[in-house]
């Protein structure tokens, strides 16, 4: 688990280190401060090996055209490429992981030569975005995403061009993104709740999914065409999509899968209280709670409601064990500053009318 972790040149942060973290986070702050940045940066630097996730990180963004000449501009703070972005990690477990962004710009077409493309004769008309992972000042591996012509392409079509690869430095990173289509989140928990079902968890899904909906008697992959999706039976003649159950149904068994198959990393949730009718926020949370200490995750969440941050606080006093933590960003000035508040000054905060949010 991330016990330390700092940015310097990402987004809207010129620099931030938070440095306290528990097994379970809520990130509030105003609009546009930087919540979901936060979530992104330590996205990215959990998959250091791999710099085809920035390109990812714009596709949650909603963001799917791309200027070849700006390519990626966005990620570093104020357009400003040339101090590049640094992503900073310590861990409980005494280990440490940096993460360098750099962007190398392509003032003319640059050839590429490599054996991972096939035609091996391709030229960069982008800006290079370079990941350099590194551990003690010891780089562990370098990798390079690019927008590319592939010269065997009369058209010249511009396709984008992954180099490096290496295996994941840390264990898995789940980013349960609110940009994501209905489509591909149906997509994606259809084959996790697969994979699933192969280590005996369905019981597991199905006790955590009775939690916001009672009736559900049971689940299994069903298949409308060629699409496979997750279905329901709550006493029809048929098994119903979870759906079209509601936003929260489906959004929950996101969450559930998301812990399951991020077993032993870190799952990161934005917008947490989207979907969900606030009566039921303390059994979300103890259930979440309950499922991260049995699969050894670490959750960080954003909100922007309070009675979320309260049935958080309640959950966790009432609970065997308080690991929660509370971070606030706020706008300090050009700078973004982090409160965090453990169980002594949330309680005095909540008590007193002090806005968390």
């Given amino acids: 688990m991330i016990k330390k972790f700092s940015i310097r040149n990402f987004k809207c942060f010129r620099e931030i280190t938070i440095k306290s973290w528990e097994r379970i986070n809520l990130v509030a702050g105003k609009n546009n401060v930087g919540k979901t940045a936060l979530l992104e940066a330590i996205w990215l630097h959990e998959g250091a090996h791999n710099a085809q996730l920035a390109f990812a990180v714009q596709k949650f ?92 392409d009369p058209q010249g079509k511009l396709i984008p061009f992954f180099l490096g690869g290496h295996q994941s430095l840390r264990p ?16 994606v928990n259809g084959i996790r709740f697969s994979e699933q079902v192969e280590k005996k968890r369905k019981g597991e899904i199905l006790d955590s999914l009775r939690l916001i909906c009672p009736e559900l008697k049971k689940i299994d992959l069903s ?3 060629n699409e496979f999706y997750v279905g329901g039976d ?35 949730i934005d917008e947490i209280e989207n979907g969900f009718h606030y009566s039921i926020y303390n059994k979300i949370w103890r ?35 308080y690991d929660f933590l509370l971070h606030r960003l706020d706008r300090v000035g050009d700078s973004l500053d982090d409160v965090t508040y453990d169980q002594e000054t949330l309680e005095v905060a909540l008590n007193t009318d002090l806005e968390v949010r």
């Fill in 61 to 152: 963004r909603g963001i799917n055209a791309f200027d070849s000449k700006n390519f990626l501009k966005e990620l570093f703070a104020e357009f400003r490429t040339g101090p590049g972005i640094t992503l900073e990690a310590e861990y409980q477990d005494g280990k440490s992981l940096g993460l360098r962004i750099l962007q190398r710009e392509a003032r003319e077409p640059v050839p590429i030569d490599t054996e991972t493309i096939e035609s091996g004769s391709t030229r960069s008309v982008s800006p290079k975005l370079i990941f350099e992972a590194t551990e003690g000042g010891n780089v562990l591996c370098k990798s390079e995403f690019f927008l590319g012509v592939d010269a065997g």
């Fill in 287 to 321: 259930n979440l709670a309950r499922l991260a200490r049995k699969y050894n995750v670490q959750i960080i969440a954003t909100t922007h409601s309070h009675e979320c941050v309260e049935a958080a606080h309640k959950s966790f006093k009432e609970d065997e064990k």
């Fill in 234 to 268: 709550i006493g029809y003649d048929r098994m119903l999509p979870l759906s079209l159950m509601g936003e929260g149904v489906e959004r929950y068994l996101t969450f559930v899968l998301s812990i399951l198959f991020g077993e032993n990393g870190i799952v990161l």
């Fill in 172 to 187: 898995t990173a789940v980013f349960v993104s609110s940009g994501r289509s209905k489509e591909e989140r149906n997509k």
């Fill in 223 to 225: 298949k409308r065409g």
